[in-house]
């Protein structure tokens, strides 16, 4: 994907949750039954303002992690006026990761990568989710682009699971994922020491096929398995949901 894909993506996103913020802050999230619209949109925000600060001072801006930041009240917005500070601290963070080349060496919160395109990517697919998260709760979700959502099912592997596994983590059975709308296959092999994730056709112990974007709202906790066309042993799909919950 390209910086300029990225950043049309994260503007289109931004400025929707900017609508939003303008609007009702406790609407409930359907499937995040103890968070409102309101309590996501600060998340996100705050997350934006963690990182944005944190690339332009080269480290991270609070040693104990964004969770610990973003929960200090000395950092919490005010209520009222959620629409133009969403909007101000995606600005910002805006300009901090897309002033740069993708290649440009920042700090970031990955193990591997340490370029701004990690960046593009990863806070693109924030705000694509928790967009979807927010008009969820005023009842107008919209499927996310199927391109989209392909990369954002790659980073799931390529970030998350890869980085963020539970060391404890322990299951067997291999998943086969594949979109209908969009060129995006992955073959998931559990093992006791880990998952291996190869981008291909082949045969699982379970398949699940269906729209991108419906793939990766499964992928992330929003939509359950049974939205999706299944073959095999959907429990070991259920399974695969519940323990990727990283």
Do not use: C
């Not at 104990?64 to 006026?81: H, K, L, M, T, Y």
């Amino acid at each position: 994907m390209t910086p300029d894909f990225y950043k049309t993506a994260f503007d289109e996103a931004t400025t929707r949750i900017t609508e939003l913020a303008n609007q009702d802050h406790q609407s409930v999230i359907p499937h995040i039954p103890d968070w409102t619209a309101g309590n996501v949109i600060i998340h996100v925000g705050l997350v934006f303002s963690f990182v944005d600060q944190s690339i332009r001072q080269g480290a991270p801006v609070d040693q104990r992690g964004v969770a610990a930041w973003a929960n200090d009240p000395i950092n919490q917005p005010d209520i009222s006026e959620l629409g133009p500070w969403f909007q101000s601290v995606a600005d910002a963070l805006d300009d901090a990761i897309w002033t740069h080349q993708p290649d440009d060496q920042v700090w970031t919160s990955s193990q591997r990568m340490d370029t701004a395109q990690f960046w593009m990517r990863r806070m693109t697919q924030e705000a694509v989710m928790h967009r979807w998260d927010i008009e969820a709760a005023h009842g107008d979700s919209q499927p996310i682009d199927a391109e989209l959502a392909v990369d954002g099912i790659d980073e799931f592997y390529d970030f998350f699971v890869a980085e963020r596994l539970p060391e404890d983590f322990s299951g067997k059975g291999t998943v086969h994922l594949h979109a209908t709308d969009a060129e995006g296959e992955w073959m998931i092999t559990r093992k006791n020491d880990g998952i291996t994730v190869e981008k291909m056709h082949g045969k699982g112990d379970v398949a699940a096929r269906g729209p991108a974007s419906d793939l990766l709202l499964f992928v992330w906790n929003r939509k359950p398995p049974t939205g999706l066309e299944t073959f095999g042993n959907i429990e070991l799909l259920e399974e695969h949901q519940r323990l990727l919950q990283i």
